[in-house]
């Protein structure tokens, strides 16, 4: 999947940047976060997101099998994917591609777009890839390292709480121009080789779905659905978007979750959101990172599976969305 920058080096980042420790019990921002924020006190009785429903778009996933490019599983998953969205309101366009891998397998590819107010000028990405990895390489047991992953953090975490986005937005629109876009072809990369990776993200970039189109902020949603998780600030978010990190982690403060998403400096990870940053357009990922053990310990491995879902990280993360939606509605 992505790239992490070691430990010693993001250390020094942590360093360079003046980044300070969070106070998860206050949710109050360190010095490395610009702007106010949002205390954690303030109340969340307007946000709605259903956890139950996004696990169960995790769960319909994975069901599928694993979405491994120019499988069956993942032309499935595709076709369904499009049809939530449409049901839920959106215009869909969908983007299909034949890309190159590093080992020189042709992917046989898509992009899902879909939007809401497309007539707004300021826009809002949504973002989170839907492809598996094609083998479980990071697996304790080299028995398994060759079988694809079941992704369910990993891929679809990201889609279900988007999907469960897409189904309240279709219930209460905000009037603010939303798009979401799941990406193909994210986790078919190899190590040492940045260009590897992300290259759903990477053609949708260079190959505008509409002509001119150019949201004014990326929020990207990845390994959203641990046990356990823990959302501090990457690296790369802070050193592209310091406004939008600051109104985002303000959100969650505000509906509770300032626990999770700690305001402290996470690693440098290589994920969608670099190529909009590569173009000058805010980006923000929200990924799970644990500063001494880097992913999840299921990241890449034959048990990134349903058992290790939780709903309440779920909700946590689509509330934060919702709560930074609700927060800049269109007047």
Same mark, same amino acid.
Request: net charge negative; hydrophobic share 35%.
């Given at each position: 999947?992505?790239?992490?920058?070691?430990?010693?080096?993001?250390?020094?980042?942590?360093?360079? %940047?003046?980044?300070?420790?969070?106070?998860?019990?206050?949710? *109050?921002?360190?010095?490395?976060?610009?702007?106010? @924020? =949002? !205390? !954690?006190?303030?109340? *969340?009785?307007? =946000?709605?997101?259903?956890?139950?429903?996004?696990?169960?778009?995790?769960?319909?996933? =994975?069901?599928?099998?694993?979405? =491994?490019?120019?499988?069956?599983?993942?032309?499935?998953?595709?076709?369904?994917?499009?049809?939530?969205?449409?049901?839920?309101?959106?215009?869909?366009?969908?983007?299909?591609?034949?890309?190159?891998?590093?080992?020189?397998?042709?992917?046989?590819?898509?992009?899902?777009?879909?939007?809401?107010?497309?007539?707004?000028?300021?826009?809002?990405?949504?973002?989170?890839?839907?492809? %598996?990895?094609?083998?479980?390489?990071?697996?304790?047991?080299?028995?398994?390292?060759?079988?694809?992953?079941?992704?369910? +953090?990993?891929?679809?975490? @990201?889609?279900?709480?988007?999907?469960?986005?897409?189904?309240?937005?279709?219930?209460?629109?905000?009037?603010? @121009?939303?798009?979401?876009?799941?990406?193909?072809?994210? &986790?078919?990369?190899?190590?040492?080789?940045?260009?590897?990776?992300?290259? @759903?993200?990477?053609?949708?970039?260079? +190959?505008?779905?509409?002509?001119?189109?150019?949201?004014?902020?990326?929020?990207?949603?990845?390994?959203?659905?641990?046990?356990?998780?823990?959302?501090?600030?990457?690296?790369?978010?802070?050193?592209?978007?310091?406004?939008?990190?600051?109104?985002?982690?303000?959100?969650?403060?505000?509906?509770?979750?300032?626990?999770?998403?700690?305001?402290?400096?996470?690693?440098?990870?290589?994920?969608?959101?670099?190529?909009?940053?590569?173009?000058?357009?805010?980006?923000?990922?929200?990924?799970?990172?644990?500063?001494?053990?880097?992913?999840?310990?299921?990241?890449?491995?034959?048990?990134?599976?349903? &058992?290790?879902?939780?709903?309440?990280?779920?909700?946590?993360?689509?509330?934060?969305?919702?709560?930074?939606? *609700?927060? *800049?509605?269109?007047?």
């Amino acid at each position: 999947m992505q790239k992490i920058i070691p430990a010693i080096l993001s250390i020094l980042l942590l360093v360079s %940047c003046g980044a300070g420790k969070a106070d998860s019990s206050s949710g *109050n921002p360190s010095d490395m976060s610009a702007g106010t @924020g =949002v !205390s !954690s006190s303030s109340a *969340n009785a307007d =946000v709605r997101f259903d956890a139950d429903s996004a696990y169960a778009y995790v769960a319909r996933q =994975v069901a599928f099998g694993p979405r =491994v490019p120019n499988t069956e599983a993942h032309r499935l998953a595709g076709d369904w994917m499009t049809a939530e969205l449409k049901r839920h309101g959106a215009e869909v366009i969908e983007q299909k591609m034949d890309l190159k891998a590093f080992d020189g397998t042709i992917l046989h590819s898509r992009n899902i777009f879909g939007q809401y107010n497309p007539d707004a000028e300021d826009r809002t990405l949504l973002l989170a890839h839907y492809d %598996c990895r094609p083998w479980a390489d990071e697996d304790p047991d080299p028995e398994k390292r060759r079988q694809p992953v079941d992704g369910a +953090n990993d891929g679809a975490s @990201g889609v279900g709480v988007l999907l469960e986005i897409a189904r309240q937005l279709s219930l209460d629109n905000p009037g603010s @121009g939303i798009d979401i876009l799941f990406v193909d072809a994210e &986790d078919w990369g190899t190590e040492g080789d940045d260009e590897s990776w992300a290259m @759903g993200a990477r053609y949708f970039v260079e +190959n505008p779905i509409k002509p001119g189109y150019s949201p004014a902020r990326v929020i990207v949603a990845d390994m959203v659905g641990g046990k356990g998780a823990k959302f501090p600030v990457e690296y790369f978010s802070q050193q592209s978007a310091p406004d939008l990190v600051s109104e985002i982690w303000g959100a969650a403060a505000s509906a509770g979750h300032g626990n999770l998403f700690q305001r402290q400096l996470g690693g440098a990870v290589t994920d969608d959101h670099v190529e909009f940053i590569k173009i000058g357009i805010p980006a923000v990922d929200i990924i799970e990172y644990h500063p001494r053990s880097g992913f999840n310990p299921h990241w890449h491995t034959t048990s990134d599976n349903l &058992d290790n879902i939780d709903r309440n990280t779920l909700g946590a993360v689509g509330e934060t969305i919702m709560t930074y939606i *609700n927060q *800049n509605k269109q007047k």
